[in-house]
């Protein structure tokens, strides 16, 4: 209904917008209008699981009540302040304190020792790489300042942290990777790239050994970190093959390079335990999380520091007067406040062990798509998984580029009530941690419906079946 008071150029503007919603949504578009617990409704009505739980960060759902009365509690009471100047806020204090209690082990035994905070993935991990490079300047070493990366990784996309990662796509006409401290080495993905008759464990030794090489040829003197998310998120929600980061950890050891372990999309729970590094047993130097941190209600991230690291910064303050890094917007209150009231849920629901409960539900519901035509792989851990499409299941040759296969699929998903995510040719599922048993079954068959709904436009370019 047009509102009576409305002029005859707000109608024509009304009907301008209208008509650019409708071609929006020829064109492909979706425009959500609204969310409840695991699914989220369009404008026009139609309802979908949200299998990615947004862009992997919705934890806990769309309809969470105590993050909205949290958030607007602390509005009423301190709805701004900063953390710069020697000036603080409980809301940021808490919790700091509640994730540094959480934290993975060091490699000495020890937790990660203090927390800075950000808004978001990206200034993590773009925060660690300053703080990397700073560290190393006070400790005498200005030559060590490399960052190694992998193939396929993600960590944000500032200018720093879009170098580190390993998506051609990022880096095309946007003058990246910049400058020549940003390497990369090997997409760690087993079933993409192993040897004919290659076991896990020997491929993640030829991945070690690469690793090894890489560091030898450029000289360990000049690498100061290496950067890997538990799960590869960005890369297709690609799980390490067996044996990879006990391989990987005593190499950065040896060479005195710092692991920076990317929990941006593992953290809290969603590998089935707090942190992708419990699950892969990875004693991290630094830690970058954000996305579930809040449950995504607020935008907050934080880099968790080891005490080396966070010495050597109070010893750079003294030198140069303070510490010169920070935003805004890091450590607002009421991002800090949802934070700390996500962090009280998760423990109160023991969100933890419902992902264990559900995961094996969730993973077999989406194994059931390995017999499709179109399925050559499935692989996941806890509520993270990665489903890929391709021509030929034996010898796993990928469909043309031109076809678009992975965006065939997430369409057809999609006009079944499912949002997944394409990233080439994987589809990445994430979805909500407290999805149900029944709606993890659900997932899997909505997802075997979007695939037949893909089939005529990829059939022509299938092996024999």
């Known amino acids: ?165 390993g998506q051609p796509h990022m880096h095309a006409d946007f003058d990246l990777p910049y400058g020549d401290r940003f390497l990369h080495i090997d997409n760690p993905n087993y079933y993409r790239f192993h040897h004919e008759g290659e076991t896990e464990e020997e491929f993640s030794a030829r991945m070690a050994k690469n690793l090894e090489a890489l560091i030898e040829k450029e000289g360990p003197e000049n690498i100061a970190a290496f950067f890997a998310e538990p799960v590869q998120g960005g890369g297709g929600a690609i799980t390490p093959p067996k044996g990879y980061f006990d391989l990987i950890q005593p190499i950065l050891r040896k060479h005195d390079i710092l692991f920076v372990a990317d929990e941006v999309i593992c953290g809290f729970g969603r590998t089935g335990n707090m942190w992708g590094c419990d699950t892969y047993g990875i004693a991290p130097d630094i830690l970058t999380c954000a996305k579930q941190l809040t449950a995504s209600y607020q935008p907050l991230s934080a880099t968790l520091i080891n005490a080396e690291i966070h010495e050597t910064l109070i010893e750079g303050s003294r030198k140069n007067g303070s510490f010169g890094h920070g935003f805004t917007y890091g450590g607002h209150p009421v991002a800090c406040a949802v934070g700390v009231e996500a962090l009280k849920i998760y423990a109160e629901r023991d969100i933890i062990a419902h992902v264990k409960r559900v995961s094996p539900v969730f993973l077999a519901a989406l194994e059931e798509a390995r017999a499709h035509p179109l399925v050559g792989d499935v692989r996941g851990i806890g509520l993270i998984a990665g489903v890929e499409v391709v021509a030929d299941k034996r010898t796993r040759e990928p469909f043309p580029a031109a076809l678009k296969a992975g965006l065939a699929v997430q369409k057809g998903c999609e006009e079944e009530g499912l949002i997944v995510r394409a990233i080439g040719d994987r589809i990445a599922f994430t979805p909500p941690l407290i999805i149900t048993e029944d709606e993890a079954r659900e997932i899997g068959a909505r997802l075997r419906r979007g695939l037949d709904r893909a089939m005529p436009a990829l059939r022509p370019a299938l092996a024999a079946e």
């Not at 960052?147 to 996309?157: E, F, Q, S, T, V």
Request: charged residues 25%; proline residues 4%.
């Open 1 to 165: 209904m047009i509102p009576n008071s409305l002029h005859a150029r707000d109608i024509a503007s009304l009907v301008h917008q209208q008509s650019d919603l409708d071609a929006f949504n020829r064109e492909g578009g979706m425009i959500v209008a609204r969310g409840e617990g695991c699914r989220v409704w369009d404008v026009e009505g139609r309802e979908y699981i949200e299998a990615m739980a947004g862009l992997w960060c919705a934890s806990l759902g769309f309809s969470e009540k105590r993050l909205a009365d949290a958030a607007y509690k602390q509005l009423l009471t301190l709805p701004y302040y900063h953390t710069f100047f020697q000036k603080g806020h409980e809301p940021a204090i808490e919790l700091a304190e509640r994730l540094l209690a959480l934290a993975p082990r060091c490699p000495d035994g020890k937790k990660l020792a203090r927390a800075a905070f950000q808004c978001s993935g990206s200034e993590a991990n773009d925060a660690a790489i300053k703080m990397i490079w700073y560290y190393n300047n006070l400790r005498g070493r200005p030559k060590k300042k490399k960052l190694i990366g992998r193939i396929r990784g993600y960590h944000g996309n500032t200018v720093a942290a879009a170098s580190l990662s």
